[in-house]
């Protein structure tokens, strides 16, 4: 991952707590004390200037009762993971044929999945 | 104590405590808690007021390192409002400013180390204040103030040139972790490495595990995995031994960390399992997030 989608990341980190926090109809000092954090630290946080302790970023993950998917969502959206390089190094790894069928692979899934989940305000 | 003069005198006073010091360096906590003991006692039965202060700020010291520091807050709140002599002051206030960074209220620590260096100006020993700007500079650090707190560390090291003692290894170590972070790897490691070494020259294993932790850290940030994976095991099995709960979870993390950044998700998985399973049992998603996000960038290893 290069330096400048890292920083992105942690930005996007901080954006996404103060949205959760506004979704929830939260102040600074309210979560920054749920959080048993000052309020100055939160602010930095939002804004991606704060390093905290595993502890404490566990804690500001707990907090938000949303499936860690959602919380993230926007990060990894952004975020390219290690396995994500492994998958691509993988895939062109791999003769044009082959390389086809995957494509092909995945556009079944992609249909299976819709079908599995339809639309539920039919 | 009786000296082999037979004699009580100040010098005993002043064996125990550097025989608590010298434990203290090794890790032997009890045992320096011990002698630490045996010189309160002393300095209330034949010592002056200062002796006692300092013996007790010493106690609290060892509290503090603990995980016992809670119970010693009073004491040392009350020697440094009641005491008039800079040097117990600056004692008492150093070891509140300890407390507060080993409970993670930054902040009171800063408040703390400053009236601490304050102290050390006035008293102008510079073991005294280079301790004073290292503490200061572990407050900073905490808040996330890399910058300044390199300059309290460089501070520290100005004033203790050539030396070669536990406490200068540590201000190595704290200044090394804060060029990882600024992006001067190439300082950082050889700060790291020289303080890995000076602390295994005084045999001080409690805190090797430091240099190994952020050594790990610093191999990851440049991409060197395995190297990671070898400070990381290090770290992991030292902090095991002397039970040091918070590096036992910074180990675990970069552990999985180094192990996904190099695309052994299995292994990444299983050190992320752990950490949920042992530190962060409510946490069930932890082990799929930490896979997917990458968050490097907003762990401190030092708060």
């Known amino acids: ?122 | 104590m009786i000296t082999d003069t037979g004699k009580v005198d100040g010098a005993a006073f002043e064996e125990l405590r550097s025989l608590a010091h010298r434990a203290v360096d090794a890790g032997r906590l009890e045992e320096a808690q011990s002698f630490i003991e045996q010189a309160l006692a002393w300095a209330r039965e034949h010592g002056t007021q200062q002796q006692v202060d300092h013996a007790s700020c010493n106690r609290a010291a060892l509290a503090i390192q603990l995980g016992r520091g809670e119970g010693e807050l009073a004491a040392l709140r009350e020697i440094l409002l009641r005491s008039g002599d800079p040097a117990t002051n600056r004692l008492a206030a150093y070891h509140l400013s300890l407390h507060y960074e080993v409970v993670k209220n930054f902040k009171k620590s800063l408040f703390y180390a400053r009236i601490a260096r304050d102290r050390a100006n006035v008293l102008g020993v510079p073991e005294w204040l280079a301790s004073s700007h290292n503490q200061l500079g572990n407050a900073l650090l905490g808040e996330s103030l890399i910058d300044e707190a390199s300059r309290e560390y460089e501070q520290a090291l100005e004033l203790m040139p050539g030396e070669r003692s536990v406490v200068r290894a540590l201000v190595l170590n704290n200044l090394g972790y804060c060029r990882v972070l600024q992006r001067r790897s190439h300082e950082g490691y050889a700060l790291l490495y020289e303080a890995l070494s000076d602390l295994r020259k005084f045999r001080a294993l409690r805190y090797q595990v430091l240099p190994h932790l952020d050594l790990c850290f610093a191999h990851l940030e440049t991409g060197r995995y395995r190297l990671a994976n070898r400070q990381g095991m290090l770290a992991l099995r030292l902090a095991e031994e002397t039970g040091q709960i918070d590096s036992i979870k910074n180990a675990l993390y970069l552990l999985g960390e180094a192990a996904n950044l190099s695309g052994d998700t299995e292994t990444a998985r299983e050190h992320f399992t752990r950490l949920h399973r042992e530190f962060f049992p409510d946490q069930t998603y932890l082990p799929g997030f930490l896979l997917a996000v990458d968050v490097r960038k907003l762990v401190n290893l030092h708060a």
């Open chain 1, 1 to 122: 991952m290069s330096t400048a989608s890292k920083v992105r990341q942690i930005q996007l980190v901080g954006q996404k707590i103060r949205q959760l926090r506004k979704e929830h109809k939260l102040t600074q000092v309210e979560l920054s004390h749920r959080l048993g954090i000052q309020q100055s630290d939160l602010s930095r946080m939002e804004q991606g200037e704060y390093r905290v302790s595993l502890d404490t970023l566990f804690r500001i993950l707990a907090e938000f009762k949303v499936g860690i998917g959602e919380f993230f969502e926007d990060v990894a959206k952004e975020s390219i993971t290690p396995r994500d390089v492994q998958l691509v190094q993988k895939f062109k790894d791999l003769p044009d044929h082959a390389q086809r069928e995957v494509e092909d692979f995945i556009a079944f899934k992609q249909a299976q999945g819709r079908r599995e989940s339809p639309d539920t305000d039919d």
